[in-house]
């Protein structure tokens, strides 16, 4: 049986960071972020790029549950919407997994210093901050495990993840 984790949450939360700990602390994983899958210039948002994205998700993340080599699979994005969480495992051969949808969630004040604290390292436009912030309530309506990693330090989040979740 493999182990697949979604792991959700707003922009700044620790969601790339605590994956890639948690692909280093499990035997045999492999990672998906999901903006690499938007990784893109001029950054464009249309049916068509949606339809897009979702499908090259969906496909690498089969491919990953079919390849004998990994145990734990691992996808991180956004996914602040339970549509888009449907979306993905409706496309996904699950017979062989166990599915860990986890949406890693944080206080207002804590989200705020870690965005400024990515923006003064020019990692992210400072109007991340407001866009991240007003996604925060949205994961509170998800059919998903909540982690609050307020005052985790990304290892003790993918501690946590690995034992409880």
Not at 3 to 12: A, H, I, P
Not at 70 to 89: A, K, P, R, Y
């Amino acid at each position: 049986m493999k182990e697949l984790y979604l792991v959700g949450g707003t922009m700044g939360v620790g969601k790339t960071t605590v994956c890639r700990i948690m692909k280093t602390l499990l035997d045999n994983s492999v990672l998906l972020d999901g903006d690499w899958c938007w990784d893109m210039h001029p950054f464009t948002v249309t049916e068509e790029t949606k339809r897009m994205v979702m499908g090259n998700i969906r496909f690498l993340l089969n491919s990953f549950i079919g390849c004998t080599a990994f145990e734990n699979v691992i996808f991180c994005w956004v996914m602040h919407e339970q549509g888009i969480l449907d979306e993905i495992l409706g496309g996904l051969d699950l017979s062989r997994c166990r599915v860990h949808a986890i949406s890693l969630v944080c206080g207002e004040e804590a989200l705020i210093r870690r965005l400024e604290k990515d923006a003064a390292a020019g990692l992210r436009e400072r109007d991340a901050v407001k866009r991240s912030v007003v996604r925060l309530p949205l994961y509170e309506k998800l059919n998903t495990r909540k982690v609050d990693v307020s005052t985790m330090s990304a290892e003790q989040a993918a501690e946590y993840i690995i034992k409880n979740c």
